[in-house]
């Protein structure tokens, strides 16, 4: 038996015959000798039921079908027809420190499987797998699933689907028998992806009860299952969605299956996010490790493709007052890009758009301080472009159809060397000649015919982006990376290792963006997270919104603005200062702390925050979305702090709602002392807000 355990889970694994099964995932357990492992291993052992098998099994890594699984089995595939029946023996399990390292081997089949199960600190399950191909002639992979069990008490799945302008959307629904499957085949992660899927109890929330979650670290295909069988087995599985054909191996090659990421928590929904903070912010190369996130302004909103230097320098005068360190200058600088039915793929500096080429441009925003980012598009070309009627040949298509068009664009095939090449080298041409700190790199369009040569590609396509971003950070040291995709389409566990930066959505409406963002934030953490005060007018819901509003729900990621913000007035203009001023004091916290999100609020509204790690400072947030019901006493309450410590509570005026629906304020406002115990459980009355404003909160200990 290998017990892995770390601070609140355990997993434990044990020998079903000659096989390996997870005895058991979840809550912490204490140390387990030999003989209660025994007791353990007998406790879980199935009833053979009448009408079944002679065999129970339990739950096998493998779950293959030979050895009495009546679900998925993990691995799926065939020589041609023959073989596709398998039973691994496991021909070793070796435990070292929290990870374990587990080898199959199918002799009949020809097959070797190894995985490696690593539990981190913060009880982050990275699970790797490979598969081999051990015997003569080709064998077919149709998909490798990760598979993790699931405790009875779990009776829901919370999984997510979207699309542009509102990605990220939960739906929670009851695991009843059979297979509950999220699976995306865009090429990419995709607005519709689910991001983790997560198994939890009907009473589970934000601050309190179980929660299991499994989501593959991978901007390809993927496959996400929830399966509950007759038998009593419920499990969560995860894998890469091959497409027929795609995965053929060849005696001696391996496939390397891309990481997933699980994780337990006893304590609710915010235990799981600040399990993957924990992880991900733990890396040597982790963003906040090199520098505090720049408060960036992106041009797209204002400019579009109207790009006008003037205009621009005028744009970047105001950016100085107000405080901006990173000004980004997005689609149509290049090739003949004036709009977006011509010039992807032609990454060469505009004549007509800038006659001065972009130096200028890129010195003025340097001389006041600021960082300049530029905008690309590489893995895409429209047809009306010197690329394309060079190369017709580099599209990904079936040979003798040309796919349909998404953005009036093609997908380039990043796995032929030519391609590839030509790609990087315009991009690196581009960054070695002009002082860029940041590329914002855009995806627009998902992949309906991923062929290149007759054959399906997504996976090699995906290896080469990330190829492609690595070796540009290598040749560009200190680059940043933005990933969007029509916003929010590429955001996964698997390009944060090649990326800093998160376009969390194009809808830079406060009110629906709430929602994306809360959700988004749920595995990837707010230094990831583009953020932007959007205009008054917003350019995709047009509703109108306050400027304090609209800065509220920037703060709580890695923060910017998009607008073209000589439309601001004195009073947008004063507000826009403090909300730059108050990040920028506050980044720190706002990207390093613990998350809470509380399951008290009444209505159409929410409660979130943060925590430092030493509990002596949180900034939380209170947004009212819609109209309260009445105006009775609403008080919210502050989760996390520390009982014993007294902290002075303050509201941030200058960026809270500034009228309310009342005749005299709140006993308390805007300040006040409490300990955190009495925060947590008296809490704070709160003004009568009107819908769509909000309150900013700073506390701290004295
Ligand atoms: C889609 C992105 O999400 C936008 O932010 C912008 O970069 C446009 N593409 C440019 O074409």
């Not at 070292?96 to 089949?109: L, P, T």
């Not at 009880?123 to 598969?131: E, N, Q, R, S």
């Not at 059979?178 to 990419?188: N, V």
């Not at 198994?199 to 993927?222: C, V």
Request: glycine letters at 8%; charged letters at 25%; one cysteine or more.
């Amino acid at each position: 038996m290998i017990h892995l355990s770390q601070a609140r889970s355990s997993i434990i694994f044990a020998h079903d015959g000659d096989s390996l099964e997870i005895l058991y995932w979840g809550k912490k357990l204490g140390v387990i000798d030999e003989k209660s492992a025994e007791s353990i291993r007998a406790a879980r052992t199935k009833p053979a039921f009448h009408g079944g098998l002679d065999v129970a099994p339990g739950n096998l890594i493998l779950r293959e079908h030979a050895r009495g699984w009546i679900g998925h089995p993990a691995l799926r595939g065939h020589r041609g027809g023959v073989n596709a029946a398998h039973a691994f023996t496991v021909k070793s399990a070796v435990q070292k420190d929290q990870s374990m390292v587990a080898v199959f081997v199918d002799a009949i089949a020809g097959l070797e499987i190894e995985i490696t199960y690593t539990l981190t600190p913060s009880d982050i399950l990275l699970m790797d797998a490979k598969v081999t191909n051990t015997a003569e002639g080709d064998y077919f992979l149709e998909h490798f699933l990760y598979w993790l069990p699931l405790a009875e008490q779990t009776d829901e799945v919370l999984d997510f689907y979207g699309h542009w302008t509102k990605e990220r959307q939960p739906q929670r629904r009851s695991i009843d028998y059979g297979l509950i499957t999220r699976e995306g085949f865009e090429g990419r992660s995709g607005h519709d992806y689910t991001i983790t899927q997560v198994a939890l109890n009907h009473a589970t929330g934000f601050r309190h009860g179980e929660a299991w979650s499994l989501a593959m670290a991978w901007s390809g295909n993927n496959i996400h299952h929830v399966e509950r069988l007759i038998d009593g087995h419920k499990s969560i599985g995860a894998g890469e969605y091959l497409l027929p054909g795609e995965v053929i191996l060849k005696k001696g090659e391996t496939y390397v299956a891309p990481r997933a990421v699980a994780t337990f928590s006893d304590r609710g929904l915010d235990g799981l996010t600040n399990n993957h903070y924990t992880w991900i912010r733990s890396r040597n190369n982790h963003i906040t490790k090199v520098r505090p996130r720049p408060l960036t302004l992106n041009m797209w909103e204002a400019v579009y493709f109207n790009h006008n230097e003037e205009g621009i320098r005028k744009m970047v005068d105001k950016a100085a007052e107000i405080g901006v360190e990173r000004v980004v200058l997005d689609d149509g600088w290049f090739g003949s890009r004036r709009h977006d039915r011509a010039g992807l793929g032609d990454w060469v500096v505009s004549k007509d758009a800038w006659p001065n080429g972009l130096d200028p441009i890129i010195k003025y925003i340097n001389d006041k301080g600021i960082e300049f980012g530029l905008w690309f598009e590489g893995e895409m070309v429209n047809r009306d472009s010197d690329l394309y009627r060079a190369h017709p040949d580099w599209i990904l298509q079936e040979p003798g159809r040309l796919p349909v068009e998404g953005r009036w664009q093609q997908v380039l095939d990043l796995t032929k060397e030519g391609a590839y090449n030509h790609v990087l080298n315009q991009v690196d041409a581009v960054l070695s000649a002009h002082n860029i700190a940041y590329i914002k790199w855009d995806h627009n369009r998902h992949l309906t015919d991923p062929i290149s040569d007759g054959r399906p590609v997504v996976r090699k396509q995906t290896e080469a982006i990330y190829r492609m971003f690595d070796e540009l950070k290598k040749r560009h040291p200190g680059l940043e990376i933005e990933s969007c995709s029509s916003g929010g389409g590429r955001i996964d566990l698997g390009m944060i290792e090649h990326a800093d930066r998160f376009w969390t959505s194009d809808q830079n409406d406060p009110l629906e963006r709430q929602q994306i963002q809360r959700w988004t934030g749920l595995v990837i953490p707010p230094e990831f997270l583009g953020t932007h005060v959007g205009p008054t007018v917003g350019h995709q819901m047009h509703r109108t919104h306050s400027v304090s509003f609209r800065a509220l729900n920037a703060l709580f990621g890695h923060a910017g603005i998009e607008w073209d913000i000589n439309e601001a007035d004195s009073h947008e203009t004063e507000i826009l200062k403090a909300y730059v001023a108050f990040y920028k004091k506050h980044r720190d916290l706002l990207h390093s702390g613990t998350v809470v999100r509380s399951d008290e609020i009444v209505g159409d509204a929410q409660l979130y925050g943060t925590v430092s790690l030493d509990k002596k400072e949180a900034i939380f947030t209170y947004m009212q979305l819609t109209s309260l019901d009445n105006f009775g006493p609403l008080v919210t309450t502050f989760d996390g702090l520390d009982k014993e410590t007294l902290y002075q509570v303050t509201v941030v005026e200058n960026l809270s709602a500034d009228e309310f629906t009342q005749k005299r304020a709140p006993g308390w406002w805007p300040a006040l002392t409490l300990t955190g115990d009495q925060l947590a459980h008296i809490g704070l009355q709160l003004p009568v807000l009107k819908p769509e404003t909000g309150l900013l909160f700073h506390i701290k200990a004295i």
